[in-house]
């Protein structure tokens, strides 16, 4: 099994110690660039908490790692969220971006547009059993306010207030003090394809759970490949600590490479309480004897899990 990288992943990691040079190979952070994916996801994490929230719609929300766009955030402000809070470590802030994807969201929203699905959005999870737009969780009712002339002024102002989006949205990039929030304000805090790339794990999560209410939600995907950096689809275990500093050279941040059961220990450590994990595997081509040697009690069924979604309360 080969221990070594291929050399354009060591190539490309090398050169970003040269200040700047980053910026050659940003390609953009994932899928919130697309309205349709944005408005997936959201609905995916609305559907699949309704039972934890006890049927309840959240009045605030945080999103850890929101990327190209804030648009996860725009779709459950549509859905009559009243504060979003958004935090990542680099500042993709694009204010025409993301009055852009507004007014797609708006239209899906007014539509009732069916949750894109697998067949458009093969790699997005959670899954759900049925993809029509839940009426049963944004009734009529609902969708009268949010979507009302008043509330989407409000909107498209914080938006276009591109220093911190306030008062609707308070974006931090990058946050580092999880004081930046008050304790307590957030009946749900959501990531997509994030947890992976976050250096200290221990902070984020702690800051998690102060944030939310007690009785308040945590829903996270988190995604173990090895995003590009091997031949294998977890071969990025395979590296030892001295290659895998070469690997992220510059950056500020590539993968932390924890395996799925230190996500749940993590959880479990900062008193949350775990209500659903639901992991999807793949075959692995490497035995966990050939892994690095801070590999090398990960379980089986950690070195086969490609990614999983994890719900929690507070
Ligand atoms: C793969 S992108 C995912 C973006 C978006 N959630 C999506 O679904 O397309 C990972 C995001 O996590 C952010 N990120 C990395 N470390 C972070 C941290 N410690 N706190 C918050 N965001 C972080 C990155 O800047 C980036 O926006």
Redesign the pocket.
Known sequence: MKTFPPLTVLFKGLITFIPGAYKIFCKG????ISSRYCYS?WMRHLVVTQGARNGIMPKVVGE????DSIGIGLASLLSGVEKYFA????K?IDVKRNLKILEELVVMFKNKERIPDKKEFPNIIPLLDNYDFPSNILTSEILFTSLADKKLKQIRKSVSNNASMEPMISYFAP?DDKNIISPGVADMIF????LE???DLEK?YGAMFTWLKFGGVLSNVIDFQCHGTSSEWNGHWLYSKLLWKLIVGGRS?LLNRQPAQFHIDILERNKFKVLKTERFYRESKISIKSLAAEYATISYGDLQTTMIYMQAVK
């Open positions: 952070t994932g899928g919130t996801v850890l790692g929101p990327g935090l990542d470590v680099v993709h946050w990531s997509q394809f994030v790339h976050v250096n984020s941040f």
